[in-house]
């Protein structure tokens, strides 16, 4: 872990009362090194900037737990290292989900056009997601990957629950529109059941 790369308590004060500006100065000034970090542990570039975003979204939703007074670097890094090794251990399942698959494969042959449908679904909705602006993102992520109210969601993010709702609606047509405009109407309707239950929360 590099010792070198020193953030300013103004900049971390700023973070911690959500200024955007201070929060891109720190994405601007840490996104390099935490990048080559994941990198060298994964090895694959389009998971690597997947899990860059997910620190980062990380340290905004967490914003309010930093201490000014110590080192970011430290907490960012190890936020980072923490979710490579969740992504090794997803693989790990994933391989050992695949390698089922192979074995039962004489029984299930209809299943491969199934498999790689479910795959082009989850990376384009990844892909998505990840290019929906930061408040929109990490109100998605915190109900889909939390499962988080829009009464939790405003209490972490110091928001109200409107706005909660607000952000989840313009990322829900975000999502729908691309779909749409990518000529992806058989992924929409795979991705229905996921818009529908993040839309019921409450």
Request: glycine share 2%; net charge positive; aromatic share 8%.
């Amino acid at each position: 872990m590099s010792a070198r790369i020193q953030v300013a308590s103004t900049l971390i004060a700023g973070l911690r009362e959500g200024q955007e500006i201070a929060f891109r100065m720190i994405y601007d000034q840490m996104h390099r090194p935490i990048y080559r970090m994941i990198h060298a542990l994964v090895k694959d570039a389009t998971k690597t900037e997947e899990l860059v975003q997910e620190t980062f979204v990380a340290l905004w939703v967490n914003r309010q737990r930093l201490n000014a007074d110590q080192p970011l670097y430290p907490y960012v890094y190890l936020t980072a290292k923490r979710l490579a090794i969740d992504h090794f251990r997803k693989t790990l399942l994933e391989t050992q989900a695949v390698d089922h698959l192979k074995h039962s494969a004489d029984l299930y042959t209809s299943n491969t056009e199934e498999t790689i449908a479910v795959a082009d679904l989850h990376r384009f909705a990844e892909e998505t997601i990840r290019r929906l602006p930061l408040q929109q993102q990490t109100v998605f992520m915190l109900s889909r990957n939390e499962g988080l109210s829009y009464e939790e969601i405003a209490q972490r993010l110091q928001i109200s629950p409107n706005t909660v709702r607000n952000h989840m609606v313009c990322a829900l047509r975000t999502i729908k529109l691309r779909f749409l405009n990518g000529g992806l109407i058989s992924l929409l309707v795979g991705f229905i059941s996921l818009l529908a239950a993040v839309s019921v929360i409450r």
